[in-house]
C-alpha cells in the first residue's frame, strides 16, 4: 500500500519547530580570544561594559583606545541571517588602528570568492578617523583629497554583503565614541580657508600671537640634564648660561594669508604648488637661530625630522619635511633669516585640527664618552595654536542610506531589468496561450532564457538562492531589522516579482523563466535533444517519491541554522548557484564538479536539480499555495481519455486525472500550447473529426 504524504505536513511540523527554537543572543568573545589580535607595544586592558568593549593600553599601561566588537553593539544581519562580526581596535581620538575580520557566513565570502578579498577590505581602515564620511561604492578608490567624502574599495560580486559590513563597523564605532570619547570631534577636520584675504606682516602676527616663540637657555637645558650621566657633557652651556641654547619659532602657513606674511614670492608659489597636490597636508614652519639647530647630520630630506615630533591630545602627529625651498619675507627679522627653517607636514586627515591646541617636542641631545659615547636625550616643549578664523570646516556630509546609494550604483541594470520584467509579466499574463501558441514559441522561450542567464544571472548577479529565505526567518524570529534585504536591489526586484507571481501562476513564474541555473539545465536538455543522448524517463512512482526530497532538504537546512549554524555556509553548497552563476564556474574542483554533475544530469533526467533538490524550488512551492486561480486551461477529456499532455509534461506536473500539480509546476507552456493546438490536442481531433462526419452527413 503506498502513502501519499501531504506537503503542507513538512511546511506546519518547519514552522512549530522553529518557533520552539531558542537563538541565543551574540555573546562577547572570551578575553583570550580578543588578546590575540591586539598587536604589541598594545596590550589588552579590563573589560568596560557588558557589550565586548575593552580598554588599549599602550606600553606604559596607561589607556590608549578601545578594542570591541560590532556584533554585540550593532548586530545587522548579513545575507545569511547571521550578523557579520568583525573587532574594531580604535584609538582615543577615534582613529582606526585596525579592523578585523572575526566571523561571519556570508555565503559569497565562505565559498565562493574565498575570504582574502574580505579580510583585504578591512584593511582600508587603517588610519581613517570616524570624523570622516566613510562610504562604500562606486567609484570605488574615488574622491578628491578635498572631498567630504572618503570612498573604500568596494568587492566585486560582494557589495551587499561589503556593505552590511560597513555599516557594522560605523555604527558600533559611533556609538563606542559618543559613550567612552565625549571629547573626540565626529566632524570633519578643519581645513585652511583659501578665499580669506587678510593684509598681514610679520609684526601682525606677532601682535596676534600667530607665531610661537620658546627660547630656552643654556642654564635652562643645564637643568633638564641635571642628576643624570650627561649633566657634564657640555662645556658650552656650562661657559655660558644665559646663552641662548634654542631660539625657535612656530609658524602654521597653512593659512594664505599667514603664508604671504612669512614667505617670500617664489617661497610661496612653491608652497602654493605643494599644496595644490597635497590638499590635506598643513604645512607648518618651524626656524631655529640659537645653537640647538633643528635636525642631526644624518636627517633625509623629504622623510621624518629626527629631533622633532609632535602630539595632539596625548596621541603622536605624523610630520615629514615637505622638502620646500625656503626663503622668508623680506620684514622677516634678519636672524630667522639666517636660521635652519623647515616646513613640515601632517596629514589633516590623520585627526590633525590647526585649530586646537598641539605641542612641538624638540629633543636635546647630548653624548657621553668618546668611544661608542653613550646618547642621552631631554625633552623640550613648545604650545602652538592658530587662530580658527584661517579655517573652514566643511559641513558634515551625512552619506546616503546604503539602500539608496546601492539603488543609484546599479540604477541602470534596475532600469533593463524593470523593463524586462514588466514585459514578461505582460506576456504571460495577457498573451499566454497566444505566446505557447506562437510557431517561433521555442525561440522566443530559449531567448528569453538565454537573457536571464546572461544578464540577470551572470552579469547582474540576481540568482536568487536560499539564504534570503533563511535569513529572513531567522531575522524575523529574532526580531531584528530586515534592512539586509535592501542592500541588493537587484535581487530584491526579482523577489518582487516573483512573490506577485506566487498569487497567479504558484512558483512556475521564478522556477520556469526567471532563475539562471534553471535555465542553463533547460539549454542542457537541448543539447542533449540535439546530440540525441537518450533520456531517463522516471516512473511516475519514484518520480513523486524524489520530489519530497526538496523538502527535506529546506527542513534540514532550517535545523542547521538553528542549532549549528557555523555549518550553514556549507551546507548551503546543495545549491550550485555560487558556482554556476556568482563566480561563473571559477572555483575549487569540486564545487565546479558538482555544479557541472548537475548540468550533465540534467541532459538526461529533465532539470533534475530543480524538480527534487533545489530548497529554493521548496520555498518557492510553498509560496505557491497563495496562488489565487488555475491560469492553465483543461478540458473534461483531459485525463481520461486524453493523456497526451500528461505524457508530454515533462516535470511530472500533471496527475493522471489530467488536474495540473501547480507546486510542480514550471509554466513552461507545453501542455498550453498542446491544449490550443487543434493539431495536437486529442479532444479537438476528435471533435473536429465529429464536426466533419456531421457536415458530410448534412450535405448529403
Sequence with gaps: MSVRLDPTIFLKAAVCWLFAALSLMAEPLDRSIIEAYVAPPMVLGERINDEGVWQLLNSGGAEAGFVFETEPMAPLPGFSGAAINMLVILDLEGRFLDVKLLSHNEPIFVSGLGEAPFHKFFEQYRGHSISESLVVGTPY??????????????????????????????????????????????????????????????????????????????SEIDAEFAGTLWEDDDPEAAADPDGVYLDLWIVDIGPPAIARAVLSDSSLQELQGFMAISTSDEPILVVETARHGLTTKEFIRNTSPDLISAAQGGFPIALRDADIYIELADDVPAELQDGAALILRTDRRLGFDPTAPWTLQIKALREHGVFQPEIGSASLVVDHVTDARFFKRPDVV????????????????????????????????????????????????????????????????????????????????????????????????????????????????????LCPFGALQEFAHHIARLLRIPQIDVPDRLDDQLKWIKYIVLFALIAIMFTVP?????????????????????????????????????????????????????VMAIGGLIRTRKWIDRRAECGSPCQLCRVKCAYGAIKKTGEIQYSECFECLDCVTIHDDPKQCVPLILAARRDHRLRKVAAE
Design 141 to 218: 578608490g574615488a574622491g578628491s583629497d578635498g572631498s567630504a567624502l572618503v570612498y573604500l574599495d568596494g568587492v566585486t560580486k560582494a557589495t551587499a554583503s561589503i556593505r552590511i559590513a560597513h555599516e557594522s563597523v560605523l555604527a558600533a564605532t559611533l556609538k563606542v565614541a559618543r559613550e567612552k570619547m565625549s571629547g573626540v570631534s565626529t566632524g570633519p577636520p578643519a581645513y585652511p580657508d583659501m578665499d580669506l584675504r587678510e593684509d598681514l606682516d610679520w609684526a601682525d602676527l606677532i601682535e596676534q600671537g600667530l607665531v610661537t616663540h620658546k627660547v630656552v637657555l643654556n
Design 398 to 513: 551625512k552619506p546616503v542610506p546604503p539602500w539608496v546609494s546601492a539603488l543609484r550604483n546599479r540604477m541602470g541594470d534596475l532600469i533593463v531589468l524593470g523593463v524586462f520584467l514588466s514585459g514578461l509579466l505582460v506576456l504571460l499574463g495577457t498573451n499566454l496561450n497566444r505566446l505557447a501558441g506562437h510557431r517561433h514559441f521555442t525561440p522566443i522561450r530559449l531567448g528569453i532564457l538565454a537573457f536571464v542567464t546572461g544578464f540577470i544571472g551572470w552579469w547582474g548577479q540576481g540568482q536568487l538562492s536560499i539564504v534570503t529565505p533563511l535569513g529572513v526567518i531567522r531575522t524575523l524570529l529574532e526580531g531584528g531589522s530586515f534592512s539586509f534585504l535592501l542592500y541588493d536591489p537587484f535581487s530584491l526586484m526579482i523577489w518582487a516579482v516573483s512573490i506577485v507571481g506566487f498569487v497567479l501562476w504558484g512558483r512556475g513564474l521564478f522556477c520556469g523563466w
Design 566 to 618: 557555523a555549518r550553514l555556509d556549507k551546507a548551503i553548497e546543495v545549491e550550485p548557484f555560487k558556482t554556476a552563476i556568482t563566480t561563473f564556474f571559477l572555483r575549487e574542483w569540486y564545487y565546479v564538479a558538482y555544479a557541472a554533475g548537475l548540468l550533465l544530469l540534467s541532459m538526461v533526467v529533465f532539470k533534475g536539480f530543480c524538480r527534487y533538490v533545489c530548497p529554493l524550488g521548496a
